[in-house]
């Protein structure tokens, strides 16, 4: 698949995000495999995908174009903070590597643009996760091949909200050439075709579909607790 037929393949369609965080019960290779092939059984035009390991695990299991993202550390720019990690999915068989193009400082001292060339040369392409219009214009502008909305609400100056911020949806789909993609807190499928109304290319949902443990905190929650502490 060229590079323009694959994002072509995305265009207007769901990706689902088969992650679970660390100690959580799903967080098994097999288990997120299984989440991915029954993304696919659903309809879902790419699924997204933490650490190597899983992304090699999921290409082998199923025929849609894998985004790989390689969380490492919890603070500052961990996904997919630097080169090394971004060549490590290319090889497990990502088609797209999904890496923070937030302004802060990555672990290596590299620049998001060494990452993006680095990934270019190695065939696949580039989802640059951000958090602000600012941030979504520099990473287009040093070659993104996609600009997703993932970091607004995570990083220190973005929208702190509940909902999935469509406003920067609209903001980026305005002024970008690359492909915006919604991400971040679409939690039901009328928020996933208001991001496309918005200007979204293709709309990214995780915990609503893919995550048990903080569904079932929700509920709980809902009905008044009691909320464990593992479930906190
Ligand atoms: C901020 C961050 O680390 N986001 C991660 C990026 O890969 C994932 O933990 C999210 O689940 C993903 O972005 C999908 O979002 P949601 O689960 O809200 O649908």
Known sequence: ???????????????????APPGDPMRQTDTLVRMARAAQDGGAAAVRVNDPVVVAATVAAVDLPVIGLWKDG??????????????ALVAAG???????????????????TELVDAVHNAGALV?????????????????????????SGY????PQQTAPDLNLVAELAAAVDAPVVAEGRIATPAQ???????????VVVGTAITAPTALTRLFVTGLGGPVTSKAA
């Open 94 to 112: 990502a088609k797209i590597v999904a890496a923070d193009a937030t302004a802060r400082p990555r672990p290596d001292g590299s620049t998001f």
């Open 74 to 87: 919890d603070t500052g720019v961990f996904i997919t903070p630097t080169v090394r990690h971004a060549l």
């Open 155 to 158: 990083v220190p100056g973005s």
């Open 192 to 202: 996933a075709a208001e991001a496309l109304a918005r200007g979204a290319s293709s």
């Open 127 to 151: 989802m640059a996760d951000v958090s602000n219009l600012a941030e979504g214009r520099a990473a287009a502008a040093q070659g993104a091949d996609f600009v997703s909305t993932t970091l």
């Open 1 to 19: 698949m060229t590079a323009t037929s694959l994002a072509d393949s995305l265009a207007g369609r769901l990706v689902v995000s088969c992650q």
